[in-house]
């Protein structure tokens, strides 16, 4: 089958791959440059462990104090602040306690078995080497915070994911770089895996892909009787199907076909700093909302979120703020080498829209804070698809 895939971040190199490897003639079409595609800049992580949507019932009651204070890790980009009203209302829908916990086993049932999916790309693409399993940490400021993590983790664990609970001397122990005192324990996902170079990961599967790349920087999609008529500033493709796989740029390329899905970017930043790698295992400061992954010969300190503003410039106070929880911990790095800002593609119940929206389109975004970890199993679902497989209801482009 002749196929176009519309985006060329994870999720759709990942696809891409798949199904040129499975005998369809496959066409890439994406800008060349995208310098905020969110899958070059993250922290890394098959973050197996990630069963919590964004929207629980504590992030509905600390949303105010959250969302209105510009320096908290979770903040609104207060220029697009009215324009993201409908898809709030939505998302503080999705917090509250049954739906939370619907959504929470949801992404249990997708996200737990990544790192085998993952295992076998990695190995199939000869990259082995930038792939680690030395587990992940969430570490707590404080006794008060460390009680209340674990208590938290009980759900994780009720839906299967493994987790430790760590003291001070266990993590100095796993740690020994971070500073003594400075946290009171940790939350430690044993052997899960990382990702010390995901742009990398973009460049081989791009390379390894056998498919047509076009480098459009606009597009629209109109249905023709058989299969999909795609305008772009390079001239018109056709296709029998279509995969939508623009990351936090879908939305607006399905509203002229009548599907309308509630997607936002939730900006996310990151800095690096060549050069130091005084860790050996992604490590998130809970209260400040970032990982510091190790990267290859660098550190990568990456994540907090700021709603909205999907073509708008970087908030420069973001990085500064995101500066200043990276010394909280490691007071002497030198100054960052470089710094990025990337779009995740948001939905209000923190799960993907995966699936055929109308005949011949299929829907792979919307994956919000585990793109990287969800990649893979996107690309087979999406090939179950065009084999004319329904969507999962709970990631069905119809379930809005
Ligand atoms: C700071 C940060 C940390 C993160 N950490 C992790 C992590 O540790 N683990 C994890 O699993 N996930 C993580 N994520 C989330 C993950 O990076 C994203 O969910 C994932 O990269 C989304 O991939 P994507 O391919 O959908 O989107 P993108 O990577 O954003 O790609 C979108 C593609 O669409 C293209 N495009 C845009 N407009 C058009 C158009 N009009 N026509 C055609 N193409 C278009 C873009 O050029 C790009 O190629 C993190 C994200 C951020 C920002």
Request: one cysteine or more; hydrophobic letters at 45%.
């Amino acid at each position: 089958m002749q196929i176009a895939v519309v985006g060329a971040g994870i999720i759709g190199l990942t696809t891409a791959h798949r199904l040129a490897l499975e005998g369809h003639d496959v066409m890439v079409i994406a800008p060349a440059e995208e310098p905020h595609r969110a899958s070059t800049g993250n922290a890394g992580t098959i973050a197996t462990y990630a069963l919590d949507p964004v929207g629980t019932p504590g992030v509905l009651r600390d949303a105010p104090n959250l969302l209105l204070n510009p320096d908290s890790p979770l903040a609104i980009h207060r220029p697009s602040a009215l324009s993201l009203v409908p898809w709030l209302l939505r998302f503080a829908r999705q917090s509250l306690p049954v739906a939370a916990q619907r959504n929470r086993q949801a992404l249990a049932g997708i996200a737990l078995d990544a790192d085998t999916r993952w295992r076998a790309l990695i190995t199939a693409l000869g990259l082995d080497a930038l792939l680690h399993d030395r587990g992940a940490l969430y570490a707590y400021d404080s006794p008060q915070a460390l009680a209340r993590g674990a208590e938290a983790m009980k759900a994780r664990q009720a839906l299967g994911a493994a987790v430790e609970m760590l003291y001070a001397p266990a993590l100095h122990a796993l740690e020994p770089a971070l500073p003594e005192g400075r946290f009171a324990g940790a939350a430690l996902f044993p052997g899960t895996l990382w990702l010390d170079d995901p742009a990398a990961v973009l460049t081989r599967l791009a390379a390894s892909t056998r498919a047509h790349r076009i480098d459009a920087r606009s597009l629209s999609l109109a249905p023709k009787p058989q299969g999909w008529q795609i305008d772009t500033d390079r001239g018109p493709f056709s296709a029998e199907a279509v995969v939508l796989a623009a990351g936090a740029w879908s939305a607006p390329l399905l509203r002229p076909l009548g599907v309308k899905i509630p997607l936002t970017a939730e900006r996310g930043y990151h800095l690096e700093f060549d050069g130091i790698e005084p860790l050996t295992r992604p490590t998130c400061p809970v209260a400040k909302g970032f990982y510091f992954t190790p990267m290859k010969g660098r550190l990568r300190a990456a994540g907090t979120v700021e709603l909205g503003g999907i073509g708008a410039p970087p908030s420069p106070h973001r990085w500064e703020k995101l500066e200043q929880g990276v010394r909280s911990v490691f007071p002497d790095l030198p100054p960052p080498s470089r710094r990025w800002m990337g779009l995740r593609p948001s939905i209000p119940d923190s799960l993907p829209v995966v699936g055929t929206a109308l005949p011949g389109l299929i829907c792979a975004f919307g994956h919000g804070h585990i793109g990287l970890t969800l990649a893979p199993l996107t690309a087979e679902l999406v090939s179950r698809a065009l084999e004319g497989e329904a969507p999962q209801p709970a990631l069905s482009p119809a379930r809005f």
